[in-house]
Each structure stands twice: as structure tokens, then as C-alpha cells.
């Protein structure tokens, strides 16, 4: 089944703790990125990646790092967490250069304490 | 990347009805393309309508372009409580950047 992965799902951790979420997409799609969402804000782009290797920020990029390694994988990196960074996070993939469709993981809830 | 606006920001309707939205965008675009999004899920990519086209359909969706007033509207036709959800429209031009608005909530009362 064609699909974006996220994990993890659910995620509480403490300010300053490193973490990692996981992306990935079974699609071989060239564009990925990554969206936070927070209430009355609404969607707003961290990164983005056209292919592997090459990578660009968004609307939101501060505090974040990601990697494009691999094709099929866009991880996204808090090396620092902090409260701020509490928000629903979506990882996208798209087919070619990104006005194709997105294709949307389930997404992860994190917690800063 | 340009934001889409929605309007109106919040809808409520009986099952059975047809709702319909509105979304407006500033700058040309390659392609204009509707998300649905359920409550606390990912989005969901219902239709893209490119910009020499007119008017799409898909199911009970409805799609118009009007390029020369730069807007868009989503007819959703016979709603059913399932289509309770946040609607996003994001206008896409050549650039890899994505932003979306603050969407259309619709509510689909029993």
C-alpha cells in the first residue's frame, strides 16, 4: 500500500532532551517536507527536500534539522527541544517537484515539558 | 508560495445538504489543489485542478477555477457526517515551497 510513515505516533519528552522523528514513503516520490500545525496558526512548512542530498527551509525552520540520506527517508531532528516545539507534526511526500498532490503521514503529536 | 484564503472560516450544515467553499489566491498558479483533513489527522488530497481547466469533478466533489478572478470554490454534494472535516486549499506555483491557510471547518449535523 502506498504510504507515509511517521514514527513515532505520540511522543512526550523534556526541554533540551535530543530527539528524532522518523519519516518515510514507499512512493519513490522526490519531494518530501515537513508541516507543524498549532491551533490558530494553522500548517505551517519547517523543511523541505527535492531529492536527496538536497534540502531547503520552509516558513518555520528554527530549532529543527533534517536529512535526506536516502530516497525513501526524511527524518526530522530536535537537537534541543523546547516547549515551543509542542505541536502536531506531518511529514509530505510528492512525485516530482512538489506542485504534484502531497501525500500526507498520519502525523506526530510531541510534547515539550 | 502563496496561502490560499478559505472562506468562510467555519460552516455548519445538515447531512444531506451541499456545502460549498471559497478560496482565494494573489498570484498565478500551475495547478490549484483541495486537502481535507479530519480532526487531529494527516491531510488527504482530494483534487487538483490545473490552471487551463475550468471545472473538475471527482465523486461528489465539485471544483471551479476562475483564473482571471484568481479563486476557486469546493462543492461538496449531498454531505454525509463523514465529511465533517477542515478543507484547505493550496494554490501551487513553480516553486517547492507549500503554505496553506487557515482552511474551511465544515460541520455536517445528523
Known amino acids: 500500500e502506498a504510504q507515509v510513515t511517521q514514527n513515532p505516533r505520540y511522543l512526550i519528552t523534556v526541554t533540551g532532551k535530543k530527539l528524532t522523528v522518523t519519516c518515510s514513503q514507499n512512493?519513490?516520490?522526490?519531494?518530501m517536507s515537513w508541516y507543524r500545525q498549532d491551533p490558530g496558526l494553522g500548517l505551517r512548512q519547517i523543511y523541505y527536500?527535492?531529492?536527496?542530498?538536497?534540502?531547503d527551509k520552509g516558513d518555520v525552520p528554527e530549532g529543527y534539522k533534517v536529512s535526506r540520506k536516502e530516497k525513501r527517508n526524511f527524518p526530522l531532528i530536535l537537537e534541543s527541544p523546547s516547549p515551543n516545539q509542542t505541536s502536531l507534526y506531518f511529514c509530505?511526500?510528492?512525485?516530482?517537484?512538489?506542485?504534484?498532490?502531497?501525500?500526507f503521514g498520519p502525523g506526530t503529536r510531541l510534547t515539550v515539558t | 508560495s502563496q496561502q490560499g484564503e478559505e472562506d468562510p472560516q467555519a460552516l455548519s450544515i445538515q447531512e444531506g445538504e451541499n456545502a460549498t467553499m471559497n478560496c482565494s489566491y494573489k498570484?498565478?498558479?500551475?495547478?490549484l489543489q483541495w486537502y481535507r483533513q479530519n480532526s487531529g489527522r494527516g491531510l488527504v488530497h482530494l483534487i487538483l485542478?490545473?490552471?487551463?481547466?475550468r471545472e473538475k469533478h471527482s465523486g461528489r466533489l465539485r471544483v471551479t477555477l476562475d483564473t482571471s478572478k484568481k479563486s476557486s470554490s469546493l462543492l461538496i454534494t449531498a454531505s454525509r457526517a463523514a465529511d465533517t472535516a477542515s478543507y484547505f486549499c493550496?494554490?501551487?506555483?513553480?516553486?517547492?515551497?507549500?503554505?496553506f491557510g487557515a482552511g474551511t471547518t465544515v460541520t455536517v449535523r445528523a
Open positions: 509530505a511526500s510528492s512525485l516530482g517537484t512538489g506542485v504534484d498532490e502531497q501525500y
Open positions: 485542478i490545473r490552471s487551463n481547466e
Open positions: 512512493m519513490n516520490h522526490e519531494y
Open positions: 498570484t498565478s498558479i500551475n495547478n
Open positions: 493550496v494554490p501551487r506555483s513553480n516553486d517547492y515551497k507549500l503554505s
Open positions: 527536500s527535492m531529492n536527496v542530498e538536497v534540502t
